[in-house]
């Protein structure tokens, strides 16, 4: 009677039974065309109806469904479940989201324009809680003076016998002072460089969905070229995310308020 689907996956922590009891009863209630769904394509059973979460512990999801078999000779209604092992279990909202990776990918097989319910909802809520890192050029303006006062320095600095037009810059800074001013700009974007990088490589660890590797190598590149023309949209999304990940309710007071929320909260 029961199918499995094994595939391994390595797997974080493990829901509290009263976590699970409520995740259960919450798609069960809310999402049960995004479980039919699973169910239909995975299960490999297109006449499938009424399916439900029927557990939810350390070894994965199971889902059980039913359907008509009109070909038996004791009992047309006839019913299955699969079990889906799942990556994290550090939390509903980890659990949530593989779900609704399962529920997106059935119903792209499946042949449907729309989304399943549970990735709308999911995408929704990230939306409130999850910051944008879309990679934001600096100004044209910013472009040009940057890339210009780079030209001018090198060249100041490497070259002895300037430009007549430039003499008088000669004689504010000397070249050595000027090659002295170029390392230091090197450096400094150098470092501002790096530790755009490593700050993406840790946004995109934690939260794969808000930076790619394309992303991270815009910023980062934009990073060494202007510096800070380039990062202080990079530093204001990382502040908006900070704040926004205080203003979330911790474990604690999500259970005292639960009454009061959204239903996907």
């Known amino acids: 009677m029961a199918q499995q689907q094994a595939k391994t996956r390595q797997r974080r922590n493990v829901l ?14 809310n999402y049960s065309d995004d479980l039919l769904r699973i169910a239909k394509y995975f299960g490999k059973q297109p006449k499938a109806y009424d399916a439900r979460v029927i557990d939810i512990d350390n070894n994965g999801v199971t889902i059980e469904w039913e359907w008509i078999d009109k070909n038996s000779e004791t009992s047309n209604r006839q019913i299955e479940d699969m079990q889906f092992a799942l990556r994290d279990f550090s939390g509903t909202s980890s659990v949530l989201q593989e779900i609704s990776d399962l529920a997106s990918e059935a119903s792209t097989a499946l042949g449907e324009s729309q989304k399943p319910k549970l990735t709308r909802d999911k995408e929704a809520l990230d939306a409130k809680n999850l910051v944008d890192f879309t990679f934001v050029p600096p100004g044209i303006l910013s ?20 430009h007549p037009t430039l003499q008088f810059i000669r004689k504010l800074i000397s070249q050595d002072a000027c090659y002295y001013v170029f390392v230091a700009v090197m450096v400094i974007h150098f470092v501002e460089a790096c530790v755009t990088y490593a700050a993406c490589e840790l946004i995109k660890t934690f939260q794969p969905r808000q930076m790619t590797t394309e992303t991270q190598i815009k910023w980062t590149i934009g990073g060494l070229l202007f ?9 204001s999304k990382l502040m908006r995310q900070f704040a926004l990940a205080e203003a979330m309710p911790g474990p604690d007071s999500s259970r005292r308020s639960h009454q009061t929320q959204s239903h996907f909260l």
């Open 16 to 29: 509290s039974a009263t976590e699970s009891e409520k995740l259960k009863v919450q798609l069960n209630t």
């Open 143 to 162: 472009i040009i003076g940057v890339m210009m006062g780079i030209a001018l320095l090198t060249y100041m600095s490497f070259i002895s016998d300037v």
């Open 227 to 235: 510096g800070v023309f380039c990062l202080h949209a990079f530093v």
